[in-house]
């Protein structure tokens, strides 16, 4: 991963909570039948703690060769959510936190297309299914922003 990630190694390091295995499990569940993925991964092997969700590349041009979501929750209702896009020439990252930090508020961004720290602060609903919603109607706004060029 790029962009001056805040949460290299462990996710524990993150939050200091443990993953919220049940809320991945409801998550994945409800990403697996969204036409929007082709693949729903449960805690891959480069990245144990997490979801990673592939985006049908239908939804890019072809300069763009694959996009996925990264999803991490933890017990607390901390958050870490990382969409990638690979590119021909080059990387696109985007994140949405919720952890402590010495850098932002509790709730920031880190915008792309480097998802520099610190990052932007911000305020994500308090509900996990809203945040889902606001981070891939985001997703979906920069997917049509391909095709309005």
Do not use: K
């Not at 994140?95 to 930090?101: A, E, G, L, Q, V």
């Not at 996990?128 to 981070?135: G, N």
Request: glycine share 6%; hydrophobic share 30%; with cysteine.
């Amino acid at each position: 991963m790029s962009g001056g990630r805040d949460d290299a190694g462990s996710t524990d390091d993150v939050s200091g909570a443990p993953i919220d295995f049940d809320r991945l499990n409801a998550i994945e569940e409800r990403f697996i039948t969204d036409d929007r993925f082709t693949e729903v991964e449960r805690q891959p092997e480069f990245a144990p703690d997490r979801i990673v969700c592939r985006y049908d590349p239908g939804f890019y041009p072809q300069r763009v060769q694959s996009a996925r979501l990264e999803v991490v929750w933890f017990e607390n209702g901390d958050l870490s959510l990382h969409y990638h896009e690979e590119h021909r020439d080059g990387e696109f990252d985007h994140r949405w936190d919720r952890h402590p930090s010495d850098h932002n508020a509790r709730d920031h961004v880190h915008p792309g297309p480097d998802a520099p720290t610190p990052g932007d602060d911000a305020s994500h609903p308090a509900e996990w299914r809203d945040v889902l919603s606001m981070v891939l109607g985001e997703i979906e706004d920069r997917q049509r922003a391909f095709w309005a060029e």
